[in-house]
């Protein structure tokens, strides 16, 4: 600091002025910087009153306070400070604390939470005499308070005048109100490229996001050669900039290595900085991290707390993941009725694949019967409305007399309704001719909806077409080929009672050739899910050293397994093991 400098602002309040503005911009005693300037503010000096209101906005120099920083810019915009007047419009469209103007400061009531509520009409008084005297900021602030406040305010063409004049004027504010414009308004391609465009000059000058709806544009191909790499750099530099979305497709991109090395760790933690900054699908990818355990075990417990998250932002699908963690108890306690509460709230979302979860949980007796009745009620609206999974779920209502008296004709009719667009319909409408309920019995036509269910990957049709094939109780006869390549194939895909089946047939008594090691392997992959049969089968494999080595520690560690699930077989196969520990001790003496 100048000797000059100080020795002027003895005398000059021009040069006290300059001193408190160079003790507070350069950080060199802000404090000091701050008592000049708080002088001349209480004198009357414009200057000083904007300085003094800009410093307790940010903090600097004194604690930051909203109230005290929009009072001293109040003074200073009445003074016609025109940089004041743009920031107090700025602070009415972000929002001041209910009580502003009372005198009571409430930022500084501890621990007291602060009610803001934006004021566009207000905000539109100080940003338009800004923007008259020139300020391009202020131009660009109330092209969008006309863009985005009230109806009575809105006016898009001469929003799109301000934006222009601002943009002219080199804002960047000005460019990013042009932009999105056009692209809100983009009707052709062209459209899109001049919407990107003017996104480039805004994101040159900083702006966050600009660079996010660049990023956007950039991964979809929109006005701009599709780039995922690029867009991948450009919401990074948003999301370095706190822009919360840019956050979300950052880590989504880094989840499943689009546009870059797949990073899952890095990717968790930009989409837990999204979600608490209130990113409902960066939560849901969140719980979807736990749940599946991308590169780590999963963690059903923190899966829950994002999903609960995200399903209390309306997320549907969140709200329906965590319903089956309520179903199965995984990472939170077991409770149907909770389940059934999430996967209502679920399809209250919009998600209709809860509708089909909902109408399970009645058929197991799950719910009151108001909640059945209202059930049904809703998928015939939406079935007479043509839509195919709602008639495949009032089908399922009537046939098994849910929310309504039975009818298994009528339940009939609405599965065929659905049979061509909807693969569980396929499995129902199967069964139903094959058991004559609501139909002649017709086992050849049932086949055929069970082999196309089948065939779209539908696990229990696979397995129950199985259990049909091996019983022989289709036309042809058993085929215990065809039964095992059913079972191998739901198994593949996750039924755990298919894992059982292609154990159990492998192990023999069936028209297919014995292999224990793979009848071995295939009991261990259900025990490990946790199919108490299979418990049973792999311990009495291990203990027997039937398709592998012996093992009787392990065998009996999975027979306790077995018997924890009331398995009678297990209790009876831990008593012999008793039996042979006493006769060994006893020769043994």
Not at 145 to 150: D, R, S
């Amino acid at each position: 600091m100048s000797l000059k400098l100080r020795l002027g602002a003895l005398f000059s309040r021009d040069a006290r002025l300059a001193l408190g503005i160079s003790l507070l911009d350069v950080e060199a005693d802000p404090t000091e910087g701050m008592r000049i300037l708080s002088r001349l503010a209480a004198e009357g000096v414009t200057e000083a009153q904007f300085r003094v209101g800009r410093a307790y906005l940010e903090g600097l120099g004194v604690p930051a306070s909203l109230v005290e920083g929009a009072r001293w810019t109040r003074a200073a915009a009445l003074s016609g400070h025109v940089r004041a007047r743009y920031t107090l419009g700025l602070l009415y469209t972000l929002g001041l604390p209910e009580d502003y103007g009372r005198g009571e400061d409430v930022l500084r009531r501890g621990g007291a939470k602060v009610e803001k509520s934006p004021d566009f009409h207000q905000a539109a008084q100080w940003a338009h005499s800004a923007a008259e005297a020139g300020d391009p900021d202020a131009q660009a602030l109330l092209g969008y308070i006309l863009t985005n406040g009230p109806p009575d305010l809105v006016d898009l063409p001469v929003a799109n005048e301000w934006y222009a004049r601002a943009a002219e004027a080199g804002s960047a504010q000005g460019y990013l109100g042009l932009g999105l414009s056009v692209l809100r308004d983009a009707r052709s391609a062209d459209d899109l490229r001049r919407a990107s465009g003017y996104l480039k000059e805004a994101a040159e000058g900083g702006l966050g996001t600009a660079l996010y709806m660049l990023g956007s544009m950039y991964e979809r191909g929109d006005g701009v050669e599709r780039q995922v790499a690029t867009a991948v750099d450009y919401y990074r530099a948003a999301a370095e900039k706190h822009v919360p979305g840019a956050q979300t497709r950052l880590g989504y991109l880094l989840l499943n290595g689009l546009g870059i090395r797949r990073d899952p760790s890095t990717a968790e933690t930009w989409l837990r900085r999204a979600a608490l900054a209130g990113q409902a699908e960066a939560a849901a990818l969140l719980g979807d991290i736990y749940a599946r355990g991308a590169d780590m075990p999963p963690n059903y417990l923190e899966a829950a707390k994002w999903y609960r998250v995200a399903a209390d932002q309306k997320h549907g699908p969140s709200a329906r993941a965590l319903g089956l963690l309520y179903l199965t108890g995984a990472g939170v306690h077991r409770d149907p009725d909770e389940a059934a509460a999430w996967f209502r709230r679920s399809a209250e979302y919009g998600d209709r694949t809860a509708d089909a979860d909902l109408g399970n949980l009645a058929l197991a007796g799950v719910g009151v019967e108001s909640d059945k009745e209202a059930l049904k009620d809703r998928f015939e609206r939406a079935a007479l409305n043509g839509d195919l999974v709602a008639a495949f779920n009032l089908g399922v209502c009537l046939a098994e007399g849910v929310g309504t008296p039975r009818d298994e004709r009528e339940a009939a009719r609405w599965l065929q309704s659905a049979a061509d667009g909807v693969v569980n319909a396929q499995y129902w409408l199967g069964r139903m001719m094959i058991n004559g309920r609501g139909f002649e019995p017709d086992p050849v036509q049932g086949r055929e909806w069970l082999e196309k269910a089948a065939k779209a990957g539908m696990t229990e049709a696979q397995t129950y077409l199985a259990e049909l094939l091996l019983a022989g109780t289709l036309p042809g006869g058993k085929d215990h080929v065809r039964a095992l390549e059913l079972y191998r194939t739901a198994a593949m895909h996750g039924n755990v009672g298919a894992m059982f089946s292609v154990g159990a047939m492998y192990g023999g008594g069936h028209d297919v050739p014995e292999d224990r090691v793979e009848a071995r392997k295939w009991f261990r992959k259900a025990a490990e899910h946790g199919e108490g049969f299979g418990q049973l089968m792999l311990g009495r494999y291990l203990v027997r050293g039937l398709g592998g080595a012996k093992d009787i520690d392990e065998g009996r560690q999975w027979l306790e397994r077995a018997r924890s699930q009331n398995v009678t077989d297990a209790a009876v196969e831990l008593a012999r093991l008793g039996q042979k520990r006493e006769g060994l001790a006893v020769s043994e003496r």
